[in-house]
């Protein structure tokens, strides 16, 4: 039997990342993985959980879960930094535990000492990018906050079964892979603060309610032929900055008021960088990086868009956004193929497409964008241009990408370091959760999350 190896330090899981993207990254599709069970039970150095689990984990401990987690009604539970939960999952029904929050859930990292929430490092692999290995983090309609603070989590998408939460509730159907993290409670609160997911079957965050601040944080590998990084319904509100999507199935951001919940669907999304995305979305007309439609609502500025299929997209009629609450521009658009440079302004949504009715709706002056291969955004550590839309269909850029704070960040002759505009405000100046406070970033005039090195 193979031994399973049980150092999973964040550290040492960032030397692993490196490791894997300073070698081969073609990705072979695996119809059924070896993938390394665990048949005499908990490796040493771990703590066994399943079912019902409330208090505080860790700081600095290491937990192995063999079956669901509940955090029942009314009751919270506290994973502090240092943390590494790993989920001992096959991605194969019965074998595939997801957390299911009914309560409460604060993931409380640190820059020091994040939190890891994922499978062992055996079944790290490029080839189990899209396999989907465990269910997630669910939030079923009584939970009432989720917080991730310096949180880590990977490797979900296991297929929902019989009885779940998810399932019952007819988000998905049974056999559909579950979200990496799912809250559908209106009158509760999510953040995300300096957190990361990725590698993930679909969505790598649904949200159908919830009072919202996603900040500082990044997305890499999120859908496999379908899926968004985060994907709002109605009932949540809230602001979504500086932010980095690399190699999104579908959108990095997208926000319908589908469901029938209130509040109305109101994200506010500004000085996000979003790169390589949309085009492993199998559906015509689909991909791309921002979308509202449906009677979404929002203000959507300062967002740099790097070789993905669209730039921001409002859905065309009978199916748009609430265009009397929209305000949008100032963009800064890269494309490297005439087909990316083709969906600036996607001739399938309303902008610049002089539609019977919707004339009025121009390309706005303050985008940025030109033909191929002009205006490169000049990031300090990522060529543009790497891969063509041919090599993202065939899913042949899947890799291992770590420290994209670092990768994105804009050179100081960059012609991305100006243009954006200030002169709009987040929906909430803070959101206050579990006693602590995060004071939600203002806009910044350099296009995108980073700004210079």
Known sequence: MKKVRVHFSLPFLFVLWFMFTACDNSFVVDEDPDINENPDGVPAGFTA?????????????????????????????????????????????????E??????????????????????????????????????????DKAQDMVFEYTTIEFTGAPAEAGSSIVAEGEIDEGEPRYAVYMVNPEGNFIMWHSRIAYTKDDAIRLNGAKTLIAYSEFAFNGETGGESVNTKSGVVGDFCYNIFYSIATNGLKAANSKGRQPQCNNNYYNNTIVNSGWRRAQAGRGGSLNYENGARGEVFNNLVADSRYGLRLFPPDDEPDMANMKWGNHFYFGSDPEMVEGFHPNNGIIGQNIPGWESIVVPDSDVFGGVGENDPMFVDYNVGTYTPANFRAVSDAKFINNMFDKFKLRADSPALTGGTTDFSPIFSEYVVNGRTYVTPLPSTFFGALGAN
Not at 78 to 97: K, W
């Open 49 to 97: 959980l399943s079912g019902d689990v409330s208090g505080t984990l860790g700081p600095d401990r290491n937990y192995w879960v063999t079956a669901d987690l509940f955090i029942r009604e009314g009751q919270s539970l506290t994973i502090l930094e240092g943390t590494n939960i790993i989920v001992d999952g096959t991605g194969r029904p019965g074998r595939s535990p």
């Open 99 to 140: 957390i299911n929050v009914s309560g409460s859930l604060y993931c409380y990292g640190t820059a020091e000492k994040p939190i890891y929430i994922g499978v062992e490092e055996e079944k790290r692999t490029v080839n189990n990018i899209f396999r989907g290995l465990w269910g997630g983090i669910i939030g079923t």
